[in-house]
């Protein structure tokens, strides 16, 4: 056989160091594969488990992808529960505002318009450099350069300018004034001469944790930074492997290979079973939706929304769809929110709903549709493909659709496909924060949103409702603010642009028995991952074990 | 699965022969025109597409961010013509600029030096494997004609061949990883570790190189088969069992080894399918190679990225398909009789 | 003496190559499969199984049974229902495509082969080049690029599948045609005075034919297992469309959680499918005047 | 007469006397051979039935006799060779016996041994010489490796060297080919490996099947001696099958006809049987009856490769006066085959109107590439093709259809001669159609009288006729298109002796009738010698 040879030329064909031997040892591989014996792979696997478990101060985290970028200013720790970088304050588990690089929460001047900060002194990058007032001013700058694209500049649309009074103070100044102003000042501070820091590796923070590896689309390490101003964490090293693929998640997690991962509900099932493992069910803000177009011939019709709104049950919904995994949503803002109002809720009743309908002339046909004038109650709804929970919640509105006569077909796109047709089709959305009422109704509400981007999707277009959003966004008093809102979600019951389902729960299994203090009643944003779940507060995590 | 119409004997897969030299320099000279449209086609594909650079350098950020902003990303970016890019692209290209991959989030170059090895260690491996595996189950098959084991492995084979790559490769994580337990559903490495161990890498290569092996094995095994038949049918078969050659070394020596020659020759044809077996494989098992990274690169629109991987295989089939012509006038025998 | 003492040679049957004669000579594929396909075939054009099921959760993940031959998949819809009609789409896009490759490798084949002996065969060799060229890339991923460019739909994996194919279609009746310019049969009809229409609708179309039909047929499976490929990698059909790729594309998950069915069964008759066409195309082998 | 004689005294040799030879005093004394006795074949005809090859074959071939069976192609030759070797295709139907009887050993049936017995003969008993040697090596192992191998089935280890190195030696198997492939082996090189092989194990018997094919005059000559020092020096019995005469003539001390299955001629001096073979070609051309031009036996020159073969006079090559006059004429051809490799260069040869021309060559000589430049289907790389002395340019299509009927050109392979998806009806219609003439089924019927055909085949589809009824059919074709110059590849290679006896008369009688100039171009000397006015030798 000449074999050999030609396999030989293959590697020549491409000088690489690596490619021989690797090769060669995959050969030789196949070969004790071969004679591998079954017995021993598996316990070979649980000492895997036990060997992880039994290293408390390390954990090894599967989450889901990877986050886009690591660098504050372009996103990353957007609530300032960032592990490497810190914010002046962050927004704890009853989402109320602590200092955390500033000494205390930030003091607003009587206009509203001032907000001065403290720094906190004796604070280091990890990097070595002092913490002052410049890195912030660099920081903010940073993000609200238009260049960088930063979503945070979407929070700091109030911000006029920053500057710092002296090393360790910086005063905001806004151009009217924002009572939720404090929640944005969550933004992770980088050094002045680092905020447009790429890779991970250039990303320097002040946080507990501090860069140890990385590889793109497959792990994070984080080690504890030794001289970090605040207590030292009891979990010293962190691995996050960031796996798309939910069932990678739960069938490496089964296999030991990893300590806690985020994992799909449908997988919960063989771990909530299993004493070795602990189950975190997390409440969140992250709704699920469908956006109706005003501009469709069905979609934007009253009865029809309202058809919708009441006719579809959305605890069979949680029940089916999200498998249980998720609670009703009746508007954007969640019910732990204070600006929340139930005017939204509504009963489900599809009798109701097929009245609406009949009133409004839409009469079922021979194929159990209903028409009006020609017109078929049906329209098309888009979700992005690959998300099979969106998909699920399409296939549900589908199919209880159905039963009040509105055909609906679901579409899976991409979302390049998706957007030049928001105007005409419906989608299911996702979004959602508990933290800032403003973020979540303003860019998908307010007509000046209209098609920009994926803000406001279904062109929703009311004075009413933008005089209500822009009274929220300058509200000063709290009491004021949360009236505001109560129209906003008036407006958002009668004019029904969107029907509000479910929000969707984020599910969690841990290994048992390690770690204790990470299951906290938090309510979560849309974006999770790195930063949410049980390792949110990694920091304050115990080694139960010992 | 491009085997199906190629199940057959180099003659017929290479019916006209140049010479060598005229070869060499034919396609040689091929390769960069080849390499020069590909890449051309694909930017003006990317032209008239949904292709939304924006979108694609922002990936997820895109739905999270500020309306206005990324409008104002959009009107800021230019979108030039297909061939000013395509010149760009090369230009840096030729400079070892490969630019910078949004999938990946670093430099392309650095990317394929990480993955290529990966793929080129899995590719090889499983090409022994089928090789091997094809000769034996060929041969078996072969020197039986007729039989029941014929019977029996040509249906085998067929099958084996109907079957994609991907399903394998899943019922085999089913079995394997899932059900028993034994191996791991993915990756090439424990995340734990993070250095590369060689028993661990084995234990993850196990499943792929085994699947990937048997997604090639049909072809070469059916081309041994009939090889072998048709060695088998022929004269010098008669010949020496005249002469009194026992039968089992007659089976060997006379009618199997004359079919490794076309096995051997054709090796690098399969260049093609080995690639697209390994995209598929290293997509179901997540291992970190290139073919992985195409996928990636193609769902993300990560066309730096994309493009290069393109003039790779291109590069890498080209190759193949030179190397099995050179290896067929190397190596066969009768190939100076052929004309007469 | 006539028909008495005849006797067969002992142990004749025995001899190395005694099989050699009778066995078939590619495939090794017996008769049953024919019938086999034929029935599988029927039923799929026969358009069993619902595309457009409604979800109900409430029977997610019901293994198979007697009601639910594959069981039910996430969102509790029957599986042997979706494969069916995935299968039936899968069908469609390899007829669809491996048709459109066809006639482009027949046009182009053609060309070549009728145009090799005029004109010192430059149009021959330039299209050649061209084959050659589409055939230096790895199929597949040609095919990725195409779909990801063109955005995955129905219309852009039967083009990816069809640019990629036509090659082999090219490759063969250009053969055809050049093999058989040498024949007895043909060079009688051109010493008989025919002229090149008359040779051309006479004999080689029939024969060149004879061999498309069969190479399009065997094509299909090819082009099903492309189209499966890409969806599976979620370059394909969309994820509602159901399609043999896609349904086994969405089990990935259940398969991990320990569900195999909706994986496993779909995938062998995505399997049966393929191998079906091919067989019934081994079938259709005609004679072949290509080099012997 | 000369010749007769020859073989005559040739006939009544006695062993003993073969001591004379340079031999010296033989190691061997002339006890058993092969006796094959009422030996019968058929062969499975592949549609479930059989055919019989051979009805009733008798023969000796006692150990140091050189015994010829001679025969036309087809005859069953190689078969009753196959029959002895137990190389007859699987489902072979046999009757009789082929004894080999050996001074101690009880006979043994070569035909019908029974399985173990065969297990212990093969390799040890027989030696085939197989039609074309390097053929029959296998392509990819080298010669020594052939020859170790076969050394390895006689000889224990310790002697393997040793015998091969002698074997080597014995038949001039030079030391440096020991590394090379069959196909890095001349002809003649192949020829002495293979001998090689097949004596290697001192077999007593030597089976060797058309000796002389594609080998020229001194070849052939070399090899017909070889084969009788195998019989007179080292005392094998020695059986040669062949349709050669003049190696029968040359080599044979017996010969044995065989025709229509049976063998005949066995006890008749080897004279007589080759006259009457002779006498059979003869009556296989009508021309030859009239007596005009016909050969002697034996005559010196024509075997030489001389000037001439029969009586016309001519050169080799043709002369540059060929080119003019009457006739379908190639000047000065050089004739390539496939993608360029040389086949022959000056070729020059005209076919004149009435007059039979044969072109006697090798198989492998270029005949069929001569052929088809002069149907003008082959574009020869220099030289011209004239019709009447105007030279014609282009081939196929380029050349006007009129012109291209005027010459009809019957290939050698039937099988591809007639479209098989077409009834042989509608190909024997198609020069008429093209000629604008409407045809019908007596118009059929008639041409297929014509080759002694019976009018039901005008239904049926090329792959339900036999070989020989095809070619009878092709020919008619060629018949009915009326050409000037009619030119035949092989017309009887693939047939048996009838078919081409009724070949040569339908071509004769249509010469007859349309004085039509006539090539035949063959490897089969006595068909082309008895049947033509002109014979070219190349």
Redesign the interface.
Known sequence: ???PS??R???R??R?R??AP??S??????V??GC?D?TT??SG?RE?AA??SSRATEV?V?TG??P??FNPV??YA?WGDGKIVEGLVRLGVDLEPEPVLAEELPEVADDGLTYTVTLREGVTFHDGQELDAEDVVATYEAALD?EN???V??DLTALESVEAVDGRTVRFTLAHPQSAFVTTTTLGILPADQVDA??PEDVVGTGPYQVE?YR????L?LTASPDYWGEQPEVTRA?F?F?D????R???LA?G??DAALL?T??L??FEDDGAYDVIRRDTADFRALVLPEEGEVTGDPAIRTALQTGLDRQALV???L?GAGRPAYGPIPPEAPEYSDVVEVEANPRTAEQRLEEAGWVEGADGVRARDGQRAAFTLMYP??D?LR??V???V??QA?ELGIEVE????????I??RMSSDALVYG?GNPYNADLSTY?LFHSS?A??????PGGYDSAEMDAALEAGRAAQEDSERVEAYATVQEQLAQDLPWVFLAYVEHDYVIEADTWAGYDVPLVEP??HGLQGGPWWNLPSWTTAGG | MDDRRRVRLPTRLHPARPPLTGLLVGRLLLLPVLVAVVTLVMFALAQRTPFDPVLATLGERALTMDGPTLEAMRDRASDTGAVQQWAAWWGNALQGDLGVSSSQRSPVSTVIAQRLPWTLGLMSAALVLAVLGGVLVGGLAGTRPGSWADRAVGGGLLATQAAPPFWVGLVAVWVFAVWLGWLPTGGATSPGSGSVEALDVLRHAVLPVLVLALSQLPWFGLVVRDATRDALAGVPVRAGWARGIPTARLLRQHAVRPALLPLVTVLGVRVPELITGAVLVETVFSWPGVASATVDSALRLDFPLLAALTVLTTVLVVLGNLAADVAYRVVDPRVGRRDG | MTAEGWREVAGARSRPWAGTRHAVARGGSGPWWVALGGVVVVVLLLGAGAADQRADFEQAFLPPSAEHPFGTDQAGRDLLARSLAGARVSLLVGLVAALVSSVVGVVVGGLAGSLASRAGGVVDGVLMRVVDAVNALPHLVLGIVIVALLGPSLGSVILSVALTHWTTTARLVRAELLALEGVGFVEAAVGAGAGRWWVLSRHLLAHVMGRVVLATVLMVPHAIMHESALSFLGLGLPDDQASLGTIIEQSRTAVLAGHWWPAVLPGLLLVALSLVVFVLGERLRPVSWGRS | MSGHGYAESRDVVLPASQTAGPGGTPDWRPVGGLRVEGLGVALPDGRGGHQTVLEQVDLRVPRGRLVVLLGPSGAGKSTLLAALLGLLPTGSLVRGHGWWEDEEAEPVDLVDPGAPARERLRGRVAAWLPQAPVGALTPVLTVGHHLTEKARVHVPAGQVQASVRSAMRRHDVEPQWWRRLPSQLSGGQAQRVSNALALLGDPGLVLADEPTTGLDRPRARAAAAGLTALAHDEGRAVLVVTHDLRLAEEAADAVVEIDGGRSRGADVPVGEVIARARRATHRLAPHATTGQRLTAPGEGPAVGGGPATGGAPHTPGGGPDEGQGPGLAGVDLTLRRGRGTLVRSGVTLRVRPDRTTGLMAPSGAGKTTLLRALALLHRPSAGQVRLDGRPVHGTGYAVPAALRRRIAFVPQDPRQGVDPRWTLGRSLLEPSRLAGRAGDDTTVARMLDRVGLAPELAGRRPDEVSGGQLQRVVLARALTLGADFLLLDEPTSMVDAATARAVVRAVHEHQHATGCGVLVASHDEELLRTWCDVVVEW
Request: charge should be negative; proline fraction near 7%; include cysteine.
């Open positions: 056989m000449r074999l030609c396999y030329r293959v590697m064909m491409f690489n690596y490619s690797l090769s040892l995959l050969l030789v591989g196949l004790l594969a591998t079954p792979s598996p696997e895997g060997a992880t090894v599967a992808g990877e886009d970028s372009l996103g957007r238009p694209g930063s979503p500049a979407a790429t890779s590896g793109a689309g497959e792990r390490v691995t492997l796996v693929d939910d069932a990678a739960a069938a490496r296999s290979e990893v799909p449908q997988a099932g063989r029940d089916g769809a498998a493909a690959g099979t998909q699920n399409a296939l549900e589908q199919a159905a679901p579409e899976g796109l991409s979302w390049e496909a957007e030049p979004s860019p949103r098609f920009q981007g994926f803000d406001n849309h974006e």
